[in-house]
């Protein structure tokens, strides 16, 4: 199966410039072009592409998520774990225990002293 070339950023900023030449006031984005613009996505970051195109990035950001979910990418839904040997509780230590969720959400905890139940603490933050 032959799947459509997606464009270049340049031509992506080509296009995007005709339409505001040509565009009357307040007019909407045509749904052509975001779709144009969350192509790049493979490509560039939402930072990029938002950047690049003179668009608003929330913007960019929901019209990639949503081109992804039309065209099958799926983002991981399920968080990867990397067992950790778990030291004894009875020694004395300093501990870093940092997270990140799917949606961007990070937590960073430093301990000092017993280190904390951190199968309990992933699964209160990651739910």
Request: net charge positive.
């Amino acid at each position: 199966m032959l799947q459509k070339s997606q464009p270049a950023i340049e031509v992506v900023q080509r296009f995007f410039e005709e339409w505001r030449r040509n565009k009357k006031r307040r007019e909407r984005i045509p749904q052509a072009l975001w779709e144009a613009a969350s192509s790049l996505s493979g490509q560039h970051s939402a930072h990029e592409i938002s950047k690049l195109l003179h668009l608003n990035h929330t913007d960019v950001r929901d019209h990639i998520r949503e081109y992804r979910g039309n065209k099958g990418i799926q983002m991981p839904k399920e968080a990867a774990f990397v067992e950790l040997g778990m030291i004894s509780q009875a020694t004395e230590s300093e501990c870093t225990v940092e997270m990140e969720r799917l949606g961007g959400a990070k937590i960073k905890i430093w301990y000092k002293g017993r280190c904390p139940d951190i199968a309990g603490l992933s699964k209160a933050f990651l739910g």
